[in-house]
């Protein structure tokens, strides 16, 4: 799986493949969404254009053979060889299919290559068992920290629980 930066003309497409993937009754095609936890949007196309702005975060897209895009990460770089990982994004209708593994192998390749990486970091909702389990499998271990959900720093997210949190978890890669 190849990997490139996201350009200004995909995030229309970006976006609307973001709110397919987590939100909504399209999401529940796929299994790793989170429409039963957040009614409100993911994202913006405003928000995905300050992550391309910012030089410290990478939103990675791969194309099928036909050039359209199917799957987005995004990576942001902290500090002492730690980047973080967020909106790991597979098509719901090509969820289950091996490609979610393939691009999570593809994003750790490339924050080693690109960004030096030796540590990726990244939450998950405590609720999503499945989830954790998921990449669990692939190496990523609980570091103890849970954060709360951001609930004033997301008023429109739509959130179903009062009680939201994130595991965090860390790899060495």
Not at 108 to 114: G, L, T, V
């Amino acid at each position: 799986m190849t990997l490139e930066e996201a350009r200004t003309e995909d995030l229309p497409t970006l976006h609307a493949l973001v709110e397919r993937a987590y939100r909504g009754d399209t999401a529940r095609q796929g299994w790793s969404h989170e429409a039963d936890l957040l009614s409100g949007p993911r994202t913006s196309v405003a928000e995905l254009q300050a992550i391309l702005d910012d030089p410290a975060r990478h939103l990675l897209v791969c194309r099928d053979e036909d050039g359209a895009v199917r799957c987005c990460v995004l990576l942001w770089e902290k500090d002492d060889g730690l980047v973080y990982l967020g909106m790991l994004t597979i098509d719901p209708a090509l969820q289950g299919t091996g490609r979610g593994k393939r691009l999570l192998a593809a994003a750790e390749q490339w924050a080693r290559e690109h960004l030096g990486a030796n540590r990726m970091e990244m939450q998950v909702f405590d609720r999503r068992r499945e989830l954790l389990a998921f990449y669990d499998r692939r190496g990523y271990r609980p570091t103890g920290e849970r954060r709360p959900f951001p609930y004033a720093e997301a008023p429109d997210a739509g959130a179903l629980y009062d009680d939201l949190e994130f595991v965090v978890l860390e790899k060495p890669l």
